[in-house]
């Protein structure tokens, strides 16, 4: 079965936030929840690099692994989703995930911030399938109508994708080949580590040419 994962290539990223603007509008996001963000390093410094952020459905889910009510689960795919009628809005997640995910509609303390909301790969949660319900709690469910996340398919230049992370292993070793190193896939080696580790091209590695 297809281990769903997403590849932000860096060196593709032109930041115009269409990945930012198809999420909000496809999930109606309430405001101050960003599912998706994008974030430039070393703006206007010679090296600038502009990446789209999300959850990565990790392989080991450090999110699962601190909350206090298994609220967290893996599909069969591999996406990491939570279910809010369990969250109590600890908070416990966002101080453990490395890409900073995890939402809260409140900048209050702890357990008044409201239900926790991130990225579902746009697989939506855990209940039923493209009911007003399920979108409602979680937004849009494009995985069940057999599409990937709008995010990736409004990227034009490529940069952000979604899918079977074999088929874009496979992607982005041909684009490091071409280009002399593979160093620009951010968030891979972090999010896919135990699995991918390996390859010199492959997601997260360094490659020829590249430090």
């Not at 769903?4 to 999420?23: G, H, S, W």
């Not at 849009?140 to 899918?163: D, V």
């Not at 080949?177 to 968030?187: I, K, L, M, N, T």
């Not at 991918?196 to 040419?209: E, H, T």
Request: charged content about 25%.
């Amino acid at each position: 079965m297809a281990r769903m994962k997403f590849l932000c290539d860096a060196e593709r990223c032109i930041e115009c936030n269409a990945c930012v603007t198809a999420c909000k509008n496809e999930h109606e996001v309430p405001w101050g929840i960003q599912r998706r963000r994008l974030v430039t390093l070393d703006d206007g410094n010679p090296g600038e690099r502009s990446i789209s952020m999300s959850c990565m459905h990790c392989s080991d889910p450090p999110c699962a692994a601190v909350c206090p009510v298994d609220c967290f689960y893996q599909t069969a795919d591999g996406v990491v989703l939570h279910d809010k009628d369990l969250c109590i809005g600890c908070g416990y997640c966002f101080y453990a995930c490395p890409f900073g995910a995890p939402q809260y509609p409140k900048a209050t303390n702890f357990g008044s911030r409201g239900k926790m909301d991130k990225c579902t790969f746009c697989t939506a949660g855990p209940v039923q399938d493209n009911t007003p319900e399920e979108y409602a709690k979680y937004g849009s469910n494009r995985l069940a109508e057999g599409k990937l996340p709008l995010c990736a398919e409004m990227c034009s230049t490529r940069a952000l994708m979604a899918g079977d992370g074999a088929v874009l292993e496979d992607i982005y070793r041909e684009r490091s080949v071409r280009r002399g190193y593979g160093s620009g896939a951010w968030g891979w080696s972090t999010a896919y580590a135990d699995e991918d580790w390996g390859n010199a091209f492959s997601p997260g590695r360094v490659g020829i040419g590249k430090s």
